[in-house]
């Protein structure tokens, strides 16, 4: 593949067929379009750098989300300076060598950074995450009012060429804790129908949030998105290290998934100039999830999502950028069975 200096943070991975695989690489911050690479599955020591995936701006992709069953792929690409416009842009990739600009979301910085995206399981719904720099100062985990910033974004992009806001989720208000926003996160697959998330608030911990009904096609008003559940590693748990802002006892969940059954979250340690987040005593947590004893949630939620989450689908792969064709009949309760049946045809050519 040659001696190229470029760098990689994200790479997301494109099926072409049973013995062909093309990887996006994603690198924020690149002068140049990235690369995709072609990965024969046979002999993968022949992998080639074939095309490239056009760059949105100067600060190119920091991941690139990839929603096979509509072939789009979401760029999110961070701001550098303050005011400076952060955007996810997103591709149509139904040539998977040729991606073509489809629509893009511009916002001016103000502190707000695109870090990652992901779809909802009909791909109607694009969930982009603020990695906010500018939380250490303005306290988005103190619950404090009138801000925007360290959030979920939702957006209906039924019709990627005009993607339309839909909503917003703050973080969970942690007391004490100043860095708070989402970083990485997934969607779970449930056959169900219903819309809910996986995602790390780095300082905050890990959430979960019900957005079912947000992006209603009839035009009637969509439910907003909720929390329906969340985890914080209790003070006094997460052992010694230089920990967050001074408070030692409070640990870094740097990216959360659900797969297969349960909740993954691992811990981060690192030192960035004079600041260090995070503790060295922490590893990975995992989760299970039970809704049906959550006095927190109406009766009817509780049996809704304890019933949906009995019948979450089982992976036998896992990329998080990555959103595949799934067995047949999946996206009929998602309205999109079409879509599905559609992707699993052109992966047998």
Known sequence: MGTRKRGTHGLSLVPVDDDTLLIYNANHGAPHDLDIVKVPLSRPERAEVVSKFP?????GCHDIAIFLPRRLAACTSPAVEPHEVTETVLYDISEPLKPRVK???GVTSNGRNDHSSTFSWDGDTLIVTDEHAGSLATGECKGEGGLDQGVLT???????????????????????VDWCHPKQLNVVP?????????????????????????NRSDDKPGRPPREVAHYLVPRGLA?????????????????SYWHNGYVYANNTWACFYALCMGTQARGLDVFSLD????PALPNQDRARLADAFDDALELPWFNSYVQACLPRGFGD???SGDAYDACRARQRR
């Not at 989720?169 to 004490?176: A, D, F």
């Open 291 to 294: 809704f049906r004893d959550d």
């Open 154 to 176: 939702f957006y209906d992009v039924e019709n990627p060429r005009r993607p339309t806001l839909l909503a917003q989720q703050p973080p969970h208000s942690v007391r004490g």
């Open 190 to 214: 449930l056959p169900s129908g219903d819309d809910v998330l996986v995602a790390s608030w780095v300082g905050g911990g890990t959430t979960v949030v019900d957005f079912t009904g947000l």
């Open 103 to 105: 629509g893009r979301i």
């Open 333 to 335: 309760a998602h309205g």
């Open 55 to 59: 760059r949105p701006s100067a600060n």
């Open 239 to 255: 052992g010694g290290g230089t920990g967050q802002l001074g408070n030692p006892n409070v640990t870094v969940h740097w990216a």
